[in-house]
């Protein structure tokens, strides 16, 4: 069973506005990671978020970390064309396996 | 500084057929990993491996074998390909089989290999 699961599936915006997706899990963890892919790519490192932070920055990027809700949010702000690919949250878990991802939200982005 | 490479970039197969996904990487990274990805989903663990040395299954195992031969390389051999291995296969690599909390320990992604078994 997948760990993260995230929320929406599908996300189309226009360009500039914000961006919102979600990702829930399920056991304790060590941190969260945000990963970017696109179409036809391998992931790519977005964020990282560990268990005893509750929000974090980076360029673009704001994520959040609930663990009394096991969920997460990655916010996009001021989104670009450029944006438009498929975003992963990947749990480590505290103990077990780690590394596990949700199915992905799948964002677009129209000029 | 190439990061975690992958031959081949694609393959066909015929169901029955075996073959070797290869992967390396020069970060003298401890730990790697197999995923799959099928169409609209998120990746699925094969294989990882903790260590040099270790090997242990993930999520879906079944119809996979995998070598560590050193610290750099860590391989992915279908013995009889099905076609429900159709997928695209991404080995990633990450510093240390992190524990404990606040371990900051990123994976870092290969360009992934597309595999057809007809």
């Known amino acids: 069973s997948q760990q993260g699961e995230e929320d929406p599936q599908a996300l189309s915006i226009q360009e500039g506005e914000n961006a919102t997706m979600n990702c829930s899990y399920k056991?304790?963890?060590?941190?969260l990671q945000w990963y970017r892919q696109n179409s036809g790519r391998g992931l790519v490192h977005l964020i990282l978020?560990?268990?005893?932070?509750r929000e974090k920055h980076s360029g673009r990027l704001r994520v959040t970390l609930d663990t009394s809700k096991k969920s997460s949010s990655l916010l996009i702000t001021a989104s670009r064309a450029a944006d438009t690919a498929s975003y992963f949250c990947?749990?480590?878990?505290?103990?077990?396996?780690?590394?596990?991802f949700g199915p992905g939200t799948r964002l677009s982005v129209l000029p | 500084n190439a990061g975690v490479t992958q031959t081949p970039k694609f393959q066909v197969l015929k169901t029955g057929q075996s073959m070797t996904l290869q992967c390396a990487q020069d970060m003298n990274h401890n730990s790697m990993y197999w995923y799959r990805q099928d169409p609209g989903m998120g990746l699925r663990l094969i294989y990882y491996?903790?260590?040099?040395?270790?090997?242990d299954k993930g999520e879906v195992p079944n119809g996979y074998n995998v070598s560590r031969l050193n610290k750099r390389e860590f391989s992915l051999r279908l013995e009889s390909a099905a076609p429900s291995q159709t997928s695209v296969y991404f080995c990633a690599s990450r510093a240390y089989f992190g524990t404990g909390v606040g371990a900051d320990n990123e994976q870092f992604f290969g360009p992934g290999t597309r595999l057809t078994v007809l």
């Open positions: 491996s903790a260590s040099e040395g270790t090997t």
């Open positions: 990947a749990t480590d878990a505290l103990r077990g396996q780690n590394f596990v």
């Open positions: 978020i560990r268990s005893n932070e």
């Open positions: 056991t304790s963890i060590n941190n």
